[in-house]
C-alpha cells in the first residue's frame, strides 16, 4: 500500500503530478574508487546475481527492475551511508517452486528487505570486505547471507570473491565454516517458521552448508562494462520449473546512458537472456544545481534608493507588500521604530527559509529610509510568528559581492525565537486562495493487485478570517483510474481502521478528503500549539490537538498529540459509521547528527491498540528525506495477518529539486508491504513539527549561503 | 535569387530574436521584477555556448563599484571593472567571487601568481569553494569589431578544472569584451558592450 501526498501549501495531500525526467544525457563523472560499478539482478550493488564489496556513492537513491524467465525483481535501494546500503525488494515469480521440492506453484508475490554492509574500506593490498543479508524481513524465497571481498586492480579491472550461506550456498555447498568455530548450531539451517512473514529469524542467518562465488568486472570506457561471475545460487526453487539451470557461469555488458540511467544484458545460467533497468539519483545532485530561481532584486545602497517614503505610512507598506509580493512572500505585518524597521512575512515559494529572508532583506534595501540600520525579519509558520532574523543593513550593503558573504553576514545576524505578531498591515485579513491541482493516489504491493491508481483532480479552498485561524477544504474528482478494482475483502480480527481503504476507493468518484477548521497559536516560547477540526483525512473525522516544544538550535523537540475521531462513511461526503475512539501519541523528535534524525511516538492507536512507533530517516538539506519506521504494540502477530506488524518506507522529495523552479511543495511516498489495522495513526494536515522546522535556526544555519540566491 | 537569399536572411534573423531574449534558453520567466535599468544605460551582449543562449543584458544596479546587468527573463550577471563576480539564474552559479587579484594583474602590478576564491552552492544549499592558482600574461595588440584592443588572457587551475578568463582592454584600459568562465557547469560566457563602457559609478559608504 503507499500512498502518496504532496505537502505544499495550498495542496496537502493525495496531489501529485510528477515525472522524474528520464536519462538526459550529462557528462558522466569520473568513477569514485570507493564506489560499485553496478547493480546486480536483486538491486544491490554488485555483479550479476552475486553481490560486491562495495557500495554506492553516499546517498543515491535506485530503482531496478531486472527480469529473465519468468521471474521480475523490482528494488529500491538507499545507500544509507558510505558503508550502509538497504533495499526494499518485490519480487513476481512464475512457475516456482515455494520450497524447493515442493510441488509447483503458479504464482508467487515476494516482498523482501536486504541489508548490506562494508565492514572494511579497500587498501593498497586489502580488498573491501562486506557481509549482506538478502532477506531481513520476509517470507524467505530469496534468504540468503554472503561475506564477499572485491578487490580494483586498475581502473578498469575488478574482481570479487565471497562465501554464500542460504540460497547463495546451494551451489557445490560445503559444511558451514562458522560451524567449526561457532558450534554445531551453524551446520544446519533450520526451515523458516514464519507463515506471516514480516519477523525476524536470525536464528536462521548464516546458518547451513556455505559455498564460494566470484566474478570479474572490466570497465572497458564510461560507457561500456563487461561482467563474468561464478554463482553459488542453485536456483533449485526454478530450476526444471521456471527455466532450466545449465551452467553456474553469468556472463553480462552493461551501458550506461548517463548518470542516471543505464541498461544490463545478460547470459543466465547456460540457458537464458536477463535484462535490467537501473535508475539512480542522488538527492546531493539535482539536475539544475542551486535552482533557475530569478535572479533577486539588487540591494540598492542608501544614496542610490529612490524618494523614500515615510515608514510609518500606509504607502510605504503597500510598496513593500508590492515588492515581496513580486518575489512571491506575503506582508503579514510591519512596524518602524527609530533605526529599526520590522517586517513579518509568510513565504509562499522558497523551499529554503534563508532565501526568503535574503530576497526580503534586498527589497528592504530599496524602500526603506537611509536612517534605518536594522532589519528584524521575522519569518512565520502557519500565520504564526516563529523565527526573528536580526541583520545590519550597512552588512548587506557591503557583503553583496563578498566570496565569503555568508559568514561575514552571519557574524552580526540574530536569530531568535519569537512569539508576538507584528500589527497586521491594512487588508491583510480576512485571505482566500483556492487552487485546482491533479492528483495522484496509488496503491502499490496489494499481493492480489499490485498496481492500482487514480488520477482526478483535486480543488483546494482555504480562508483565513485572522491570522492563525485557518478554514480548509479539499474536493477530489476522480478522472480515470482502477483503484476500485482492489476487492480484497477485510479479514481483520481488529476495528477496520484501515484494512477497509478499498471500501473508501469504492465509495465514489467525487469525494471531500478534508474539511477542517484549524487554529495555530504559539502558547509560551519555544512553544507551539495546533487544534484541528473536521473532516481530518479521509476516513476519519473529529478533533486533533497538539503541543509541540521546539527550541531554536535545539536537537530535541516533544509533542503531545490528542484526537477524539469517528469513523466516516465509504462515500467519504457528510456522513459517519458508528466507530469512534480516543488516540494519541507523545512524541520525541532527535536529531542525530549528520543528517540522520530519529523519532519516538508511543500512545494509543485508532484501533485502540498501545504501542509505540519508531521512525529513522535521513534527511538532506534540500528537503529529500529517506526514512523508515516500524511500530510495535499490544496487537499480536496472528491477530495484525499478514506481515505481522505495521512498517514501511518513506521518501520524500522536493518538487523544486526536480524541476529547478522555487515551490515549497514536497512528494512523499510511503511504502508498505501490506495496510492492516494495528499500530494505525490518523493521518491529520499540519502537524508542527515539520511546519516549524523550517524556519527554525537550526534549518536556516544548515542553509546559510541561500541567503544570497 | 535575391529575394530566397533575403528570405532566407530575415528567417534566419527572426529565429534568433527569441534566443537573444532569453539568456537562458527555453526556460519562460518566472515574473516580472522589480529591478529596473537605469536611464540612458548601455546595453551588453552576452553568448552562453553551453546554454546555446544570447541575450542583451542592462545595468540595473551599481553598488560599491560592482555593476549587476539584467537579462529580460530575470537572469543577472555581476561585474567589478569587467570582471565577473556573481552569477543568478543560471543554476550553477558564481554566487561571489573576489576580483581583487585579476584586477591588480591587469593593472600589471602584483605577484606573478595569485588567488581567486569563487563561491558556489552545492545541490545541498551548503556555500562551496573553489580557490583558484591564476597568472595573466599580455597577449599583444587585437582588433575586433574595427577596435583597436589589448588581450588580455588569465590563466587559472582550481582542483580539477582549468580555464583561461580572456579580456579585452580598450586604449583607455576600459574592460570593453570578456570571455569568462563561471563554473564547471556553465563553463564559459563571451561578453561584449554594445557602447563604450563608462566608468563605473563610485559609491562610498565610509
Same mark, same amino acid.
Given at each position: 500500500?503507499?500512498?502518496?501526498?504532496?505537502?505544499?501549501?495550498?495542496?496537502?495531500?493525495?496531489?501529485?503530478?510528477?515525472?522524474?525526467?528520464?536519462?538526459?544525457?550529462?557528462?558522466?563523472?569520473?568513477?569514485?574508487?570507493?564506489?560499485?560499478?553496478?547493480?546486480?539482478?536483486?538491486?544491490?550493488?554488485?555483479?550479476?546475481?552475486?553481490?560486491?564489496?562495495?557500495?554506492?556513492?553516499?546517498?543515491?537513491?535506485?530503482?531496478?527492475?531486472?527480469?529473465?524467465?519468468?521471474?521480475?525483481?523490482?528494488?529500491?535501494?538507499?545507500?544509507?551511508?558510505?558503508?550502509?546500503?538497504?533495499?526494499?525488494?518485490?519480487?513476481?515469480?512464475?512457475?516456482?517452486?515455494?520450497?524447493?521440492?515442493?510441488?509447483?506453484?503458479?504464482?508467487?508475490?515476494?516482498?523482501?528487505?536486504?541489508?548490506?554492509?562494508?565492514?572494511?574500506?579497500?587498501?593498497?593490498?586489502?580488498?573491501?570486505?562486506?557481509?549482506?543479508?538478502?532477506?531481513?524481513?520476509?517470507?524467505?524465497?530469496?534468504?540468503?547471507?554472503?561475506?564477499?571481498?572485491?578487490?580494483?586492480?586498475?581502473?578498469?579491472?575488478?574482481?570479487?570473491?565471497?562465501?554464500?550461506?542460504?540460497?547463495?550456498?546451494?551451489?557445490?555447498?560445503?559444511?558451514?565454516?562458522?560451524?567449526?568455530?561457532?558450534?554445531?548450531?551453524?551446520?544446519?539451517?533450520?526451515?523458516?517458521?514464519?507463515?506471516?512473514?514480516?519477523?525476524?529469524?536470525?536464528?536462521?542467518?548464516?546458518?547451513?552448508?556455505?559455498?564460494?562465488?566470484?566474478?570479474?568486472?572490466?570497465?572497458?570506457?564510461?560507457?561500456?562494462?563487461?561482467?563474468?561471475?561464478?554463482?553459488?545460487?542453485?536456483?533449485?526453487?526454478?530450476?526444471?520449473?521456471?527455466?532450466?539451470?545449465?551452467?553456474?557461469?553469468?556472463?553480462?555488458?552493461?551501458?550506461?546512458?548517463?548518470?542516471?540511467?543505464?541498461?544490463?544484458?545478460?547470459?543466465?545460467?547456460?540457458?537464458?537472456?536477463?535484462?535490467?533497468?537501473?535508475?539512480?539519483?542522488?538527492?546531493?545532485?539535482?539536475?539544475?544545481?542551486?535552482?533557475?530561481?530569478?535572479?533577486?532584486?539588487?540591494?540598492?545602497?542608501?544614496?542610490?534608493?529612490?524618494?523614500?517614503?515615510?515608514?510609518?505610512?500606509?504607502?510605504?507598506?503597500?510598496?513593500?507588500?508590492?515588492?515581496?509580493?513580486?518575489?512571491?512572500?506575503?506582508?503579514?505585518?510591519?512596524?518602524?521604530?527609530?533605526?529599526?524597521?520590522?517586517?513579518?512575512?509568510?513565504?509562499?515559494?522558497?523551499?529554503?527559509?534563508?532565501?526568503?529572508?535574503?530576497?526580503?532583506?534586498?527589497?528592504?534595501?530599496?524602500?526603506?529610509?537611509?536612517?534605518?540600520?536594522?532589519?528584524?525579519?521575522?519569518?512565520?509558520?502557519?500565520?504564526?510568528?516563529?523565527?526573528?532574523?536580526?541583520?545590519?543593513?550597512?552588512?548587506?550593503?557591503?557583503?553583496?559581492?563578498?566570496?565569503?558573504?555568508?559568514?561575514?553576514?552571519?557574524?552580526?545576524?540574530?536569530?531568535?525565537?519569537?512569539?508576538?505578531?507584528?500589527?497586521?498591515?491594512?487588508?491583510?485579513?480576512?485571505?482566500?486562495?483556492?487552487?485546482?491541482?491533479?492528483?495522484?493516489?496509488?496503491?502499490?504491493?496489494?499481493?492480489?493487485?499490485?498496481?492500482?491508481?487514480?488520477?482526478?483532480?483535486?480543488?483546494?479552498?482555504?480562508?483565513?478570517?485572522?491570522?492563525?485561524?485557518?478554514?480548509?477544504?479539499?474536493?477530489?474528482?476522480?478522472?480515470?483510474?482502477?483503484?476500485?478494482?482492489?476487492?480484497?475483502?477485510?479479514?481483520?480480527?481488529?476495528?477496520?481502521?484501515?484494512?477497509?481503504?478499498?471500501?473508501?476507493?469504492?465509495?465514489?468518484?467525487?469525494?471531500?478528503?478534508?474539511?477542517?477548521?484549524?487554529?495555530?497559536?504559539? &502558547?509560551? !516560547?519555544? %512553544?507551539? /500549539? *495546533?487544534?484541528?477540526?473536521?473532516? @481530518?483525512?479521509?476516513?476519519?473525522?473529529? #478533533?486533533?490537538?497538539?503541543?509541540?516544544?521546539?527550541?531554536?538550535?535545539?536537537?530535541?523537540?516533544?509533542?503531545?498529540?490528542?484526537?477524539?475521531?469517528?469513523?466516516?462513511?465509504?462515500?467519504?461526503?457528510?456522513?459517519?459509521?458508528?466507530?469512534?475512539?480516543?488516540?494519541?501519541?507523545?512524541?520525541?523528535?532527535?536529531?542525530?547528527?549528520?543528517?540522520?534524525?530519529?523519532?519516538?511516538?508511543?500512545?494509543?492507536?485508532?484501533?485502540?491498540?498501545?504501542?509505540?512507533?519508531?521512525?529513522?530517516?535521513?534527511?538532506?538539506?534540500?528537503?529529500?528525506?529517506?526514512?523508515?519506521?516500524?511500530?510495535?504494540?499490544?496487537?499480536?502477530?496472528?491477530?495484525?495477518?499478514?506481515?505481522?506488524?505495521?512498517?514501511?518506507?518513506?521518501?520524500?522529495? &522536493?518538487? !523544486?529539486? %526536480?524541476? /529547478? *523552479?522555487?515551490?515549497?511543495?514536497? @512528494?512523499?511516498?510511503?511504502?508498505?508491504? #501490506?495496510?492492516?489495522?494495528?499500530?494505525?495513526?490518523?493521518?491529520?494536515?499540519?502537524?508542527?513539527?515539520?511546519?516549524?522546522?523550517?524556519?527554525?535556526?537550526?534549518?536556516?544555519?544548515?542553509?546559510?549561503?541561500?541567503?544570497?540566491? | 535569387?535575391?529575394?530566397?537569399?533575403?528570405?532566407?536572411?530575415?528567417?534566419?534573423?527572426?529565429?534568433?530574436?527569441?534566443?537573444?531574449?532569453?539568456?537562458?534558453?527555453?526556460?519562460?520567466?518566472?515574473?516580472?521584477?522589480?529591478?529596473?535599468?537605469?536611464?540612458?544605460?548601455?546595453?551588453?551582449?552576452?553568448?552562453?555556448?553551453?546554454?546555446?543562449?544570447?541575450?542583451?543584458?542592462?545595468?540595473?544596479?551599481?553598488?560599491?563599484?560592482?555593476?549587476?546587468?539584467?537579462?529580460?527573463?530575470?537572469?543577472?550577471?555581476?561585474?567589478?571593472?569587467?570582471?565577473?563576480?556573481?552569477?543568478?539564474?543560471?543554476?550553477?552559479?558564481?554566487?561571489?567571487?573576489?576580483?581583487?587579484?585579476?584586477?591588480?594583474?591587469?593593472?600589471?602590478?602584483?605577484?606573478?601568481?595569485?588567488?581567486?576564491?569563487?563561491?558556489?552552492?552545492?545541490?545541498?544549499?551548503?556555500?562551496?569553494?573553489?580557490?583558484?592558482?591564476?597568472?595573466?600574461?599580455?597577449?599583444?595588440?587585437?582588433?575586433?569589431?574595427?577596435?583597436?584592443?589589448?588581450?588580455?588572457?588569465?590563466?587559472?587551475?582550481?582542483?580539477?578544472?582549468?580555464?583561461?578568463?580572456?579580456?579585452?582592454?580598450?586604449?583607455?584600459?576600459?574592460?570593453?569584451?570578456?570571455?569568462?568562465?563561471?563554473?564547471?557547469?556553465?563553463?564559459?560566457?563571451?561578453?561584449?558592450?554594445?557602447?563604450?563602457?563608462?566608468?563605473?559609478?563610485?559609491?562610498?559608504?565610509?
Amino acid at each position: 500500500m503507499v500512498m502518496t501526498r504532496m505537502s505544499g501549501l495550498l495542496h496537502k495531500s493525495g496531489c501529485a503530478t510528477v515525472a522524474l525526467a528520464l536519462g538526459c544525457a550529462t557528462p558522466l563523472a569520473a568513477q569514485d574508487r570507493s564506489v560499485a560499478w553496478g547493480y546486480n539482478s536483486f538491486g544491490t550493488p554488485g555483479l550479476i546475481d552475486m553481490p560486491s564489496a562495495f557500495g554506492r556513492s553516499d546517498g543515491e537513491l535506485s530503482f531496478t527492475t531486472s527480469h529473465f524467465k519468468n521471474q521480475t525483481r523490482n528494488t529500491l535501494t538507499f545507500q544509507v551511508s558510505p558503508r550502509l546500503s538497504a533495499s526494499f525488494r518485490y519480487a513476481l515469480l512464475y512457475d516456482i517452486r515455494p520450497s524447493p521440492g515442493d510441488p509447483i506453484a503458479d504464482f508467487r508475490f515476494d516482498r523482501s528487505f536486504s541489508l548490506q554492509y562494508r565492514f572494511a574500506d579497500e587498501g593498497r593490498y586489502r580488498p573491501a570486505l562486506a557481509f549482506g543479508i538478502n532477506d531481513i524481513v520476509g517470507t524467505g524465497l530469496y534468504g540468503g547471507e554472503y561475506l564477499v571481498a572485491s578487490k580494483t586492480f586498475s581502473p578498469k579491472l575488478r574482481a570479487t570473491a565471497g562465501l554464500g550461506w542460504g540460497r547463495l550456498g546451494s551451489k557445490n555447498g560445503f559444511s558451514n565454516p562458522l560451524g567449526a568455530v561457532f558450534g554445531d548450531r551453524f551446520d544446519t539451517r533450520p526451515g523458516s517458521t514464519d507463515g506471516l512473514g514480516g519477523s525476524f529469524e536470525p536464528d536462521i542467518w548464516f546458518r547451513g552448508d556455505a559455498a564460494f562465488f566470484g566474478g570479474v568486472e572490466w570497465q572497458i570506457n564510461d560507457r561500456w562494462r563487461l561482467t563474468a561471475e561464478y554463482s553459488s545460487d542453485d536456483y533449485a526453487r526454478e530450476d526444471g520449473a521456471t527455466f532450466d539451470v545449465k551452467s553456474p557461469f553469468n556472463f553480462g555488458a552493461s551501458y550506461r546512458y548517463s548518470d542516471r540511467l543505464s541498461l544490463d544484458l545478460r547470459y543466465l545460467y547456460g540457458s537464458e537472456v536477463g535484462i535490467q533497468f537501473t535508475y539512480a539519483v542522488n538527492p546531493k545532485n539535482p539536475r539544475f544545481g542551486s535552482g533557475l530561481d530569478t535572479a533577486p532584486p539588487p540591494i540598492l545602497a542608501r544614496d542610490a534608493a529612490r524618494a523614500p517614503l515615510d515608514p510609518a505610512s500606509r504607502s510605504f507598506a503597500t510598496a513593500v507588500r508590492r515588492a515581496l509580493g513580486d518575489e512571491g512572500i506575503a506582508l503579514d505585518g510591519l512596524s518602524a521604530e527609530g533605526k529599526t524597521l520590522r517586517v513579518q512575512i509568510r513565504n509562499d515559494r522558497y523551499a529554503i527559509a534563508s532565501q526568503a529572508v535574503g530576497r526580503t532583506a534586498r527589497v528592504l534595501t530599496r524602500l526603506a529610509p537611509s536612517e534605518v540600520e536594522v532589519f528584524d525579519i521575522r519569518l512565520t509558520a502557519e500565520g504564526t510568528p516563529a523565527t526573528s532574523v536580526v541583520l545590519r543593513r550597512s552588512d548587506l550593503e557591503r557583503l553583496e559581492f563578498h566570496p565569503v558573504a555568508p559568514d561575514l553576514l552571519r557574524v552580526n545576524t540574530q536569530i531568535t525565537d519569537v512569539t508576538g505578531s507584528l500589527p497586521p498591515i491594512d487588508g491583510r485579513y480576512p485571505a482566500f486562495t483556492y487552487g485546482i491541482a491533479p492528483y495522484l493516489t496509488t496503491s502499490l504491493f496489494d499481493p492480489d493487485e499490485p498496481l492500482l491508481a487514480d488520477i482526478g483532480l483535486a480543488f483546494t479552498a482555504r480562508y483565513e478570517p485572522v491570522a492563525g485561524l485557518v478554514l480548509s477544504g479539499r474536493v477530489h474528482q476522480k478522472v480515470v483510474g482502477n483503484l476500485d478494482g482492489g476487492t480484497r475483502e477485510s479479514t481483520s480480527v481488529l476495528e477496520r481502521v484501515r484494512s477497509e481503504a478499498y471500501l473508501y476507493y469504492q465509495g465514489g468518484d467525487t469525494t471531500i478528503p478534508e474539511l477542517t477548521a484549524a487554529y495555530f497559536f504559539r &502558547p509560551a !516560547d519555544d %512553544i507551539y /500549539g *495546533r487544534v484541528t477540526a473536521g473532516y @481530518l483525512e479521509s476516513m476519519f473525522g473529529g #478533533v486533533s490537538a497538539e503541543v509541540l516544544w521546539k527550541p531554536q538550535n535545539s536537537r530535541l523537540a516533544l509533542g503531545t498529540e490528542l484526537n477524539f475521531v469517528k469513523q466516516r462513511d465509504f462515500d467519504q461526503l457528510f456522513g459517519f459509521r458508528d466507530y469512534e475512539t480516543f488516540t494519541g501519541h507523545m512524541s520525541a523528535y532527535y536529531d542525530l547528527g549528520g543528517g540522520y534524525h530519529g523519532q519516538l511516538d508511543v500512545g494509543q492507536y485508532l484501533a485502540g491498540d498501545v504501542g509505540a512507533t519508531l521512525s529513522l530517516g535521513r534527511e538532506f538539506d534540500n528537503g529529500w528525506r529517506v526514512g523508515a519506521f516500524a511500530t510495535i504494540t499490544d496487537v499480536s502477530a496472528e491477530d495484525f495477518g499478514e506481515g505481522s506488524f505495521d512498517k514501511g518506507i518513506e521518501v520524500t522529495i &522536493p518538487l !523544486d529539486w %526536480i524541476t /529547478g *523552479r522555487p515551490n515549497k511543495t514536497r @512528494l512523499t511516498t510511503v511504502v508498505r508491504p #501490506v495496510l492492516r489495522d494495528g499500530g494505525a495513526r490518523l493521518n491529520v494536515s499540519d502537524r508542527l513539527y515539520e511546519r516549524v522546522r523550517g524556519v527554525q535556526s537550526t534549518d536556516i544555519d544548515a542553509t546559510w549561503g541561500r541567503f544570497w540566491r | 535569387m535575391k529575394w530566397l537569399i533575403l528570405a532566407a536572411a530575415f528567417g534566419a534573423l527572426s529565429a534568433c530574436q527569441p534566443a537573444l531574449q532569453r539568456i537562458a534558453g527555453t526556460q519562460a520567466p518566472q515574473q516580472a521584477n522589480l529591478s529596473r535599468a537605469e536611464p540612458g544605460a548601455p546595453v551588453m551582449r552576452v553568448q552562453i555556448p553551453s546554454r546555446n543562449a544570447d541575450a542583451e543584458l542592462s545595468r540595473v544596479a551599481t553598488t560599491n563599484g560592482v555593476e549587476t546587468w539584467l537579462a529580460v527573463d530575470n537572469i543577472s550577471l555581476a561585474f567589478r571593472e569587467g570582471v565577473l563576480v556573481g552569477s543568478r539564474g543560471l543554476g550553477f552559479d558564481l554566487m561571489a567571487a573576489d576580483a581583487t587579484g585579476t584586477l591588480t594583474a591587469m593593472a600589471g602590478q602584483g605577484p606573478p601568481v595569485y588567488r581567486r576564491q569563487m563561491r558556489y552552492l552545492t545541490g545541498d544549499h551548503q556555500s562551496t569553494y573553489l580557490m583558484a592558482g591564476c597568472s595573466m600574461t599580455n597577449a599583444g595588440a587585437e582588433s575586433i569589431g574595427g577596435q583597436r584592443l589589448t588581450r588580455l588572457e588569465e590563466k587559472c587551475t582550481a582542483r580539477g578544472d582549468v580555464f583561461t578568463n580572456i579580456f579585452w582592454q580598450n586604449a583607455e584600459g576600459a574592460v570593453v569584451e570578456t570571455r569568462q568562465w563561471v563554473s564547471p557547469q556553465i563553463g564559459y560566457f563571451r561578453s561584449s558592450f554594445a557602447n563604450a563602457r563608462p566608468r563605473p559609478i563610485e559609491i562610498s559608504l565610509d
